[in-house]
């Protein structure tokens, strides 16, 4: 089947770390970029980071830079995203989402992605 599986979600403290993975089958991975994805209630879908399977190129939000890494095993097929300090505005549903390479314009516009992984939660406590 083509699809995305995250895993990793949880509940830490304020300060606290998690690491998501994004498990991709299916298809020729590294044809794809793979974009982090995050939604909290009442807000909108909002870009976190994205990586080229193909170079490795990554992307950051500035409301995480130097705090999230994005990485990439190919011969697993999965991405990881990295959070470190969590915040309680960290809160939210994240998803991982594939986009068609080579990457133009806007990186991180959610329309711009074609398949969707189902989300996990990720909650950081004051």
């Known amino acids: 089947d083509v699809q995305l599986v995250e895993s990793g979600g949880g509940l830490v403290q304020a300060g606290g770390s998690l690491r998501l993975s994004c498990a991709a089958s299916?298809?020729?991975?590294?044809?794809?970029?793979i974009g982090w994805f995050r939604q909290a209630p009442g807000k909108e879908r909002e870009g976190v980071s994205c990586?080229?399977?193909?170079?490795?190129?990554?992307w950051y939000s500035d409301s995480v830079k130097g705090r999230f890494t994005i990485s990439s095993d190919n011969a697993k097929n999965t991405v990881y995203l990295q959070m470190n300090n969590l915040k309680p505005e960290d809160t939210a549903v994240y998803y991982c989402?594939?986009?068609?390479?080579?990457?133009?314009?806007?990186?991180?516009?959610?329309?711009?992605?074609?398949?969707w992984g189902q989300g996990t939660q990720v909650t950081a406590s004051s």
């Open positions: 989402a594939r986009r068609r390479l080579p990457l133009l314009g806007i990186i991180l516009r959610p329309e711009d992605y074609d398949l």
């Open positions: 299916g298809f020729t991975f590294d044809d794809y970029a």
């Open positions: 990586i080229s399977n193909n170079d490795g190129s990554t």
